[in-house]
Each structure stands twice: as C-alpha cells, then as structure tokens.
C-alpha cells in the first residue's frame, strides 16, 4: 500500500514572500538578471506561488533598494554587491580589484596606549604603544568602510612612513617585516550604524552594518594587526566555501 500523500501546509503569504525575497536576492546578488527581472507571471510559475505573492516579494526587495519597478520599463536591478571572500587573507584593495580602484580617505594616523583588550591580543604588555589607523575607504567614490587598525609598535612605525591612501596596510606589513602574513580570526556581526558612522559612510541612521573584527598574524604565529571594520550591508555580501569535518 502506497504510503499517505503529505497534507499541505497552508502558509501566510508573507512567509512566502520572504521565501522568495530570499532566493531573488542571491540571483541578483550573483548577477543575474541583467536585462531586468521576469514578468510577474513568469516569476509566479517558477516559485509556485500567486502573483500577489511574488507582488509582495518584489516590494520587500524594493524597499531594499535593490530594485526599481515602473509600469512601462519593467523590474530592474538598481543596486549589485560587492562580493567579499572569507576564505582567503586579502586586504580590501586586492579583494575589490575586479570592481574598480579602492581609494583611502586617511581620517587618524597616531601612537596611542592600547586599551586592555586590544594589548591582550596583541601579545603586547598592557599600556603599551601601538600605531592606530583610521581609513575611510572608497570604491568607486562609494564609501564601503570605516576602518580601525591597530598596530604592534615596531610594525606600524615603520607602515607610517608610507602612503596609506593607496597602500593597503596587509601589504605593507609584508614588505616591511619580509614575512608573510599567515592567519586571521575573525568575527563578523550586524550591527546598526550609530549617527557618526551613518553620516561617514552616507547611509540612514540605524542602517544595517556589517561589523568585523580581525586578528591577523604573520606566518611565525605572532599577531601584528587587529581591526575593527564597519562595512556597508546594503553593498557588500560575504562568501566563503566550507567544508564538513570529520568531527
């Protein structure tokens, strides 16, 4: 005897919406539909779902800002991310070189006494000196990221003397010490952006902000430079590859 057909599940439209919100987005995040998004038709026969549905998906990626609707000229995309790799040790210059040039806008470059936690993972003793760097970065004259650097001494000393509006400090940190740099740690959160950061990186108060911290060492193990790093959410996606472990 053929086992029971499964009872549908009735589910709000709004969850379907979201459901199809969701995959939307990563297609147009992935580049797809260039030459604007199918009718709303087509879009409901592909997800299975009403066109009031589909209707109500496109109005959420709407008030996203991703797309532009108009009676006569269709969907279209108005916004594309910038994709951002987790599974290599690049900084932002080289991570965005397909996209454009990425330029630094230098806002503090200064020896400071280190707070505690940032002292502790530095492996440096409490109170002691590091070179702290803040850089606006831009990509195309956007502004992407507010970022906060923190130095060992004997390194960022020496990175000072070079141009920071066009340098990125993971490359100089190489060329300074002739090592490598070998791994990072890093914590990535959303966070809601504060006025001042909302004001320097030209996005409403309270706008979703991606926020990493990362602890980056050379290939001998010692840790050299810990950031503090706001990124846009509305303009930067993060990808990376994984892999299930034995564990």
Same mark, same amino acid.
Request: glycine share 8%.
């Given at each position: #005897? ?17 459901? %199809? *919100? ?11 539909? *260039? ?18 549905? %589909? ?23 108005? %916004? ?37 936690? %940032? ?36 390194? /960022?000393?020496?990175? #000072? ?16 010490? /002739? ?13 809601? *952006? ?11 108060? /309270? ?23 706001? #990124? ?5 996606? #993060? ?9």
């Amino acid at each position: #005897m053929p086992p029971p057909e499964p009872t549908p599940i009735r589910r709000p439209r709004a969850d379907q919406a979201r459901q %199809v *919100a969701d995959v939307l987005r990563h297609q147009i995040f992935d580049g797809a539909y *260039a030459q604007g998004l199918p009718a709303e038709g087509e879009l409901a026969a592909e997800f299975f779902v009403s066109r009031n549905t %589909v209707r109500e998906a496109l109005g959420v990626l709407k008030n996203e800002g991703l797309i532009d609707r108009g009676t006569k000229v269709g969907t279209h995309v108005t %916004v594309r991310k910038y994709d951002h790799g987790l599974d290599a040790l690049v900084g932002l210059k080289e991570t965005f070189k397909d996209y454009g040039e990425v330029r630094n806008e230098v806002r503090a470059v200064l020896q400071l006494a280190a707070p505690p936690a %940032v002292a502790r993972k530095l492996n440096l003793e409490p109170g002691a000196q590091v070179v702290f760097i803040e850089r606006l970065r831009y990509l195309a004259e956007l502004p992407l990221s507010l970022d906060l650097t923190y130095l060992v001494p004997d390194i /960022g000393e020496q990175v #000072m003397a070079y141009p920071l509006e066009t340098n990125d400090v993971f490359t100089l940190i190489e060329q300074v010490t /002739g090592q490598r740099l070998g791994t990072a740690t890093i914590a990535l959160e959303a966070v809601s *952006a504060d006025p001042h950061s909302a004001a320097t990186l030209a996005v409403p108060d /309270g706008a979703a902000l991606l926020m990493a911290e990362r602890l980056t060492s050379l290939d001998d193990g010692r840790p050299v430079d810990l950031e503090y790093i706001r #990124m846009r959410g509305d303009r930067i996606t #993060m990808r990376g590859n994984l892999t299930r472990s034995d564990t």
